[in-house]
């Protein structure tokens, strides 16, 4: 198959980051078949490679895009990559929130947006994440861009500074489990550590007494949330068809990400092999 190298052998077969992908990982087991649609395959383009001293050539840092429904795990699973494989975490979340706390006029007229289930304008957010994108750490050790975009416009935008992901991943977790979820979650605001009430509990009173919740994270808030979601999903997955992975996040952590590890590790093998351009 022109454009795709095997891994996993017998289970699953990856294309090139630049040739035809969409893999859908049922989740159920780790060794279970998952379902492949591979719609086109074109040829392999060997990745631009950066020269150090001594003149020998290194690959280019990974540039992931993660995301997801409301309480899908995205922020579980970024911590996990992000240790693994230094990249740089960047949260749309979090920068609104920050903007929010601040008190700055961008996180007033975000406030209003997210209180009503929308998605905040292109305009307001894109900005904050080509700053961060394009800081040295991220163009050096490579970035994950954690929820964002979530609008074709957000996404058109993006490419319009010249962000371009090696890699679309989505979690796919039913909706009953993704209200569940967002309703039971709480944050320290001490540590920053994100608790459940139910699947992750605070270890000690001290803790659940300090415990808040997201102004955002009521039932009705989730709900329109999620509609928000559905309705601009499809759009974003249009941009990124070619390279975008599908996996069930409503296994265990562990699961879910042996199954994203196993994509970035081979997508850094086949870049470690792939003859060099320069």
């Not at 049922?26 to 060997?46: M, N, Q, W, Y």
């Not at 039932?219 to 997955?237: F, G, M, P, W």
């Not at 990124?240 to 952590?253: A, E, F, H, S």
């Not at 990400?257 to 093998?269: N, V, W």
């Amino acid at each position: 198959m022109a454009g795709c190298v095997n891994y996993m052998p017998s289970h699953v077969t990856l294309c090139s980051p630049r040739a035809s992908l969409s893999l859908s990982f049922s989740g159920d087991s780790l060794f279970r078949e998952p379902t492949k649609s591979l719609r086109r395959s074109p040829s392999i383009v060997a990745p631009r490679f950066q020269v150090v001293a001594g003149g020998k050539a290194v690959p280019p840092p990974l540039k992931i895009m993660i995301s997801g429904a409301p309480a899908s795990g995205k922020g579980t699973q970024c911590q996990l990559i992000s240790q693994k494989y230094g990249l740089v975490h960047v949260s749309a979340g979090d920068l609104l929130r920050a903007e929010i706390v601040s008190g700055s006029e961008n996180g007033r007229l975000a406030k209003e947006y997210m209180e009503k289930g929308q998605l905040v304008p292109a305009e307001i957010v894109v900005m904050l994440v080509k700053d961060l994108l394009s800081q040295t750490d991220s163009e050096r050790n490579g970035w994950l861009l954690d929820g964002y975009p979530r609008s074709s416009s957000q996404a058109t935008a993006l490419k319009g500074f010249g962000f371009h992901p090696d890699l679309f991943i989505l979690l796919e977790v039913p909706e009953d489990i993704l209200v569940e979820r967002v309703v039971g979650r709480r944050l320290d605001p001490v540590t920053g550590k994100i608790y459940h009430l139910k699947y992750s509990p605070p270890e000690t009173e001290e803790i659940s007494a300090r415990l808040t919740q997201r102004f955002d994270d009521t039932e009705d808030k989730v709900k329109l949330r999620l509609k928000t979601h559905n309705q601009n999903v499809s759009d974003v997955l249009s941009m990124y068809d070619d390279i975008t992975i599908k996996i069930k996040g409503n296994r265990p952590k562990e699961e879910v990400f042996t199954q994203i590890d196993t994509a970035l590790s081979e997508m850094l093998q086949q870049r470690n092999t792939a003859p060099s351009s320069i």
